[in-house]
């Protein structure tokens, strides 16, 4: 696995993946270097909402996002909020992951959001997952994870509850029948 890349790949956690930041996850994976990985979980959706966030931050929504789900990207700076959205337009702090796809963290992109001119497509998520070098690609050859190329039906479309079992199924693999638990021969 070495020289491996994994941005603008999903990771699909496997069932044995027991940690709760973690458990039945799917991961965005923004960026990965020799200096280690920052990925976004998509599948855990919080109690907040765009709406609470905007009005918690002084901003006022013009436009119908109240019930915009957040989600929990992850355990590291979980009081940081990341956007994932469709690329085109960039913000003040917007890091463009592929051509599909960017991720921007400024206030700038939320205020327009709250107006309606914000991207055609996003997913807000509070946190990240981070992984030090070569920790990701240790749990990747561990079997911790699948990986697949990422699918921006799967990250703006698809309900949350589907998502882990959407990307898998982009490899042909049906989590329901893997074990969560690991064997010794």
Same mark, same amino acid.
Do not use: K
């Given at each position: ?9 999903? $990771? @699909?956690?496997?069932?044995? =993946? ?5 458990? +039945? ?7 990965? &270097?020799?200096? *280690?990985?920052? *990925?976004?979980?998509?599948? +855990?959706?919080?109690? =907040?909402?765009? %709406?609470?966030? $905007? ?15 957040? !989600?929990?990207? *992850? ?7 990341? @956007?994932? +959205? &469709?690329?085109?337009? /960039? ?6 992951? &592929? ?7 400024? /206030?700038? @992109? ?10 055609? /497509? !996003? =997913? @807000?998520?509070? %946190? ?7 920790? $990701? ?17 799967? =990250? ?5 509850? /589907? ?16 074990? *969560?638990? &690991?064997? +010794?021969?």
């Amino acid at each position: 696995m070495e020289n491996a890349n994994f941005t603008d790949q999903f $990771l @699909i956690a496997m069932p044995s =993946l027991e940690d709760p930041n973690f458990f +039945h996850s799917v991961a965005y994976v923004c960026e990965h &270097s020799d200096e *280690g990985a920052m *990925g976004i979980v998509i599948n +855990h959706p919080t109690e =907040l909402t765009l %709406g609470s966030v $905007l009005e918690h931050m002084g901003i006022t929504a013009q436009a119908p996002v109240e019930q915009v789900p957040v !989600y929990n990207g *992850g355990p590291v700076q979980s009081d940081r909020g990341f @956007i994932l +959205h &469709s690329s085109g337009q /960039r913000w003040t702090s917007t890091m463009q992951v &592929s051509e599909a796809i960017a991720v921007t963290t400024s /206030r700038d @992109i939320l205020e327009a959001m709250a107006t309606g001119e914000g991207p055609e /497509r !996003y =997913l @807000i998520a509070l %946190g990240y997952a981070g992984w030090g070098p070569g920790q $990701l690609e240790q749990e990747i050859g561990d079997n911790a994870w699948l990986t697949c190329d990422a699918d921006t039906d799967i =990250l703006f479309h698809q309900p949350a509850e /589907r998502r882990w079992q959407a990307a898998a199924g982009r490899l042909g693999v049906d989590l329901s029948l893997l074990s *969560g638990q &690991s064997g +010794h021969a």
